[in-house]
C-alpha cells in the first residue's frame, strides 16, 4: 500500500479472527435463521450505532422477507474499556415499535449491561417481541451476562476485537476483517 496510515492500521492487527469471507457466511446463516423465523411478519432491525452499522447493512441484504430498519445511538459511561451501565440515549428511534416485533442488532457482546438498559426501555414501550441479534459474543471468564442473544453469529476470545465496524478509538472500524489489536496499540 502507498498511504502510510493504510499500512499502520493493518499492521497494528495481531492476528485475524474473521476473514471477509467467513465474515459473509456467519451474515448469510444469520439472515437465513431471521428470515425463517420472522416470516411474513415485517421486522423492524434496530441498529446499534455506530459499531453495528457495517453487520446491519449486511444482515439486512441476508434477511430475505419483509423489514423495516430503525437506528439508535448509545452511550454507556464507564473508564473507557468497560460498561458502567449507565446509558444515555444519544439518538432515538425514529419509528414506534409498540405491537411491533423488534430485533437490536448489535456488533459484540460483552457485559451486556447497555444492551440490558436498551431492551428494559424498549419494553416499556411495548413491542410484540424483542430479541437480539449479536454477531460476535465475547467469551468472558464467569460470565454473567443479563442478554441471552436469540441470533449469534459466533463467538470470540476475550481480546481486543476491531474490524467490520467495531473500533478503538474509532480507528479500524473500515477493516474489511474481524482482528485483535495490538496490546500495544491501546494500554
Do not use: W
Amino acid at each position: 500500500m502507498s498511504d502510510k496510515a493504510g499500512c499502520e492500521l493493518h499492521s497494528d492487527i495481531e492476528r485475524v479472527v474473521f476473514a471477509q469471507e467467513e465474515i459473509a457466511a456467519i451474515v448469510q446463516t444469520m439472515g437465513a435463521q431471521i428470515t425463517e423465523d420472522y416470516k411474513d411478519r415485517n421486522p423492524l432491525l434496530i441498529c446499534v450505532l455506530k459499531g453495528a452499522v457495517v453487520v446491519m447493512a449486511d444482515l439486512m441484504r441476508a434477511i430475505d422477507t419483509p423489514i423495516s430498519i430503525d437506528f439508535m445511538a448509545v452511550s454507556s459511561y464507564g473508564d473507557g474499556a468497560t460498561s458502567s451501565g449507565v446509558v444515555r440515549i444519544v439518538k432515538d428511534l425514529d419509528t414506534r415499535i409498540e405491537g411491533r416485533d423488534v430485533i437490536i442488532v448489535e456488533d459484540i457482546l460483552d457485559s451486556g449491561l447497555t444492551l440490558s438498559y436498551l431492551i428494559d426501555m424498549l419494553k416499556s414501550r411495548s413491542p410484540r417481541s424483542i430479541e437480539v441479534a449479536a454477531f460476535l459474543v465475547k467469551d468472558l471468564p464467569d460470565r454473567d451476562c443479563p442478554v441471552i442473544p436469540k441470533y449469534v453469529g459466533s463467538h470470540v476470545p476475550n481480546e481486543f476485537i476491531v474490524g467490520y465496524g467495531l473500533d478503538y478509538a474509532e480507528r479500524y472500524r473500515n477493516l474489511p476483517y474481524i482482528g485483535i489489536l495490538k496490546p500495544e496499540c491501546y494500554s
